[in-house]
């Protein structure tokens, strides 16, 4: 993705007063809390956090431990946050620098020891003696002697067994440190500033032949740490940035880079605007309207039910986030197509469009829009009051087609991901993929004892509509068509609707391997010959049924002459078109 929008992005964020919201390593307490009380130790308890509040007394010199006390305040509680401090962005040492804590320690149900939140106590291990999270920042913070910071570990390393005893008084402990004027840590002059630039020292080199800085560890996508192609004085080539400064906004914007806006099953899409006059109010009603909660580097949120949920019946689900919004016309987007993050791996960009104007989307989805309330009015007419009805809405219209719930969704992931960067840029000519993966849709439902061509249809045409070369005419004037429609109301005796219907396997052994039957001319004179003796031996050959018979035979020979090509698919829906119009 554009790492300029990225930029722009973080460092609107920086400059709001939500923007610690946004910080890649500053981390909301309560959402550690959510995830503790999921779990349970050896009696079967929830690990529910108790939240200390601990006066900093004498400028950060001191702690008022005679004044401690427990934090009832819901609203409190859910404000608080700590500092996760890394010297890379894979750093997995959880060094405490400064901030609140949130730890945990307790036996699970399994008789294992659990440790979590931001802080590690001392542990030896094989007589090798590993340092607590206070410990193992000590390096970092040499820098930082002569600042608050540095009063403050100070002062921690002085009360550092009675901060770890009340740690462990419970399985779940908060220490809130409240300073002077009851400011919360980051609160504290200049002090997120300091952490700011403490964090990005691990990550950048400043290269003084191009007076340029240049990531040299892991913090956005590919261009910082080691690359085989890059060495260290050539790094800036992958991307440089101005000044550090420009690395502290990548810190704010890193997060919101990677928030999946739209889900299609196993694919993210990452929609970022950038334009004049956003700010982070409107931002944040972009990507938060929805309710789905931010993905973040551990683990993505990709609820596709909640989502479809809060997505309207009228609006797309691949563009009402796009359009529907209070951006102005003239925004442009990035739309990143990724694989999301997994718990030890991170998101992986697949595909990218950018600078795509929102007004050109809203041309490109009133044509769409337009297509389906026409394609609507029919399906409202021919399907009446039936209770299964389209959706009308391209991500599950394709998924209709070539989706197979609980299945490997490759086949569906890799042709979305061709044709979704196509239908954004108004390039969806034709898709060659649709039909044969709808015919071999609909006599898989069949053969599986759920036949709902007449409602599967309209997904088939709804999406051929969208396209911009929409062959559907030529297909239904073919001959390949109109044999299969003769084809379908000779066999439409057998179909398993009817009371009187002969073979009730029929349907499931033969319109349900249809296109096996049908594969090429000689095969469907097979198939209707066979039909015509079934017919015949159950007293069925009616006059419509006679007349298609004369009507496929008039097809076939009008292939032959004009060697128009055979197509079974094509066929294949003319004989559905005709079996299934009762």
Avoid at 261 to 282: F, H, K, S, Y
Wanted: hydrophobic fraction near 35%; include cysteine.
């Amino acid at each position: 993705m554009s790492l300029d929008t990225v930029l722009k992005i973080g460092k609107i964020y920086r400059q709001s007063k939500q923007g610690l919201e946004q910080h890649r390593y500053i981390k909301s307490i309560w959402k550690d809390v959510e995830i503790f009380k999921k779990n349970k130790d050896a009696h079967g308890n929830s690990i529910e956090p108790i939240f200390y509040n601990l006066p900093v007394i004498s400028s950060g010199s001191d702690f008022d431990f005679d004044n401690l006390s427990v934090i009832n305040d819901e609203d409190k509680k859910k404000s608080l946050k700590y500092l996760n401090f890394k010297t890379s962005d894979k750093d997995s040492e959880k060094r405490y620098l400064f901030g609140d804590l949130i730890y945990a320690n307790y036996i699970d149900k399994k008789g294992v020891q659990r440790e979590g939140g931001n802080y590690k106590m001392e542990k030896v291990t094989k007589g090798k003696t590993k340092s607590s999270s206070f410990g193992r920042a000590t390096e970092e913070a040499q820098s930082l002697e002569n600042t608050l910071i540095g009063t403050f570990r100070k002062a921690f390393e002085n009360n550092i067994f009675k901060i770890e005893q009340l740690l462990l008084s419970h399985p779940a402990v908060v220490i809130h440190f409240a300073f002077e004027d009851n400011s919360m840590w980051h609160e504290t002059q200049n002090t997120l500033d300091l952490i700011n630039n403490k964090l990005i020292e691990g990550f950048i080199i400043n290269h003084s032949g191009i007076q340029k800085t240049v990531l040299n560890k892991f913090l956005f996508k590919t261009i910082g740490g080691l690359n085989p192609d890059f060495s260290e004085d050539s790094a800036y080539k992958i991307k440089s940035f101005d000044s550090p400064d420009d690395v502290i906004d990548l810190i704010y914007g890193v997060s919101i880079s990677e928030k999946v806006l739209i889900n299609v099953r196993d694919i993210g899409i990452v929609i970022l605007p950038n334009g004049d006059n956003l700010n982070a109010d409107i931002l944040d009603r972009f990507f938060y309207k929805s309710g789905l909660q931010q993905v973040t580097d551990a683990e993505p949120i990709l609820n596709e039910e909640n989502r479809n949920d809060l997505i309207k019946d009228d609006v797309d689900s691949l563009f009402g986030d796009l359009t529907e919004n209070e951006l102005p016309a003239n925004v442009k987007y990035d739309i990143v197509f990724i694989k999301p993050a997994g718990l030890s791996s991170p998101s992986i960009d697949m595909l990218e469009i950018s600078h795509i104007e929102k007004s050109f989307l809203r041309n490109i989805y009133e044509k769409i829009t337009g297509e389906r309330s026409k394609l609507k009015e029919i399906s409202n007419i021919t399907l009446g009051k039936s209770k299964l009805k389209p959706k009308y809405d391209i991500k599950e219209s394709f998924f209709e087609i070539l989706g197979q719930k609980g299945k490997n969704q490759k086949k569906f992931s890799f042709h979305l991901l061709k044709v979704l960067p196509q239908i954004y840029t108004d390039t969806y000519y034709r898709d060659p993929v649709l039909l044969p993966a709808f015919i071999e849709k609909a006599e898989r439902n069949i053969r599986d004892g759920f036949s709902n061509f007449n409602v599967l249809k309209y997904d088939f045409y709804f999406l051929t509509r969208i396209q911009k070369q929409n062959n559907m005419q030529s297909i239904t004037e073919s001959k390949s068509f109109h044999a299969g429609e003769a084809l379908g109301t000779m066999a439409r005796p057998f179909a398993a609707w009817r009371d009187d219907c002969p073979i009730k396997s029929f349907e499931k052994n033969y319109v349900g391997n249809l296109t096996r039957r049908i594969v090429d001319l000689a095969e469907l004179i097979k198939f209707a010959n066979f039909l015509n003796e079934k017919l015949t031996i159950h007293e069925k050959n009616y006059k419509d049924v006679q007349e298609a018979y004369l009507n496929l035979i008039k097809n076939i020979k009008a292939l032959e002459i004009l060697k128009e090509k055979y197509d079974k698919n094509t066929c294949a829906l003319g004989f559905f078109e005709s079996y299934f119009s009762h």
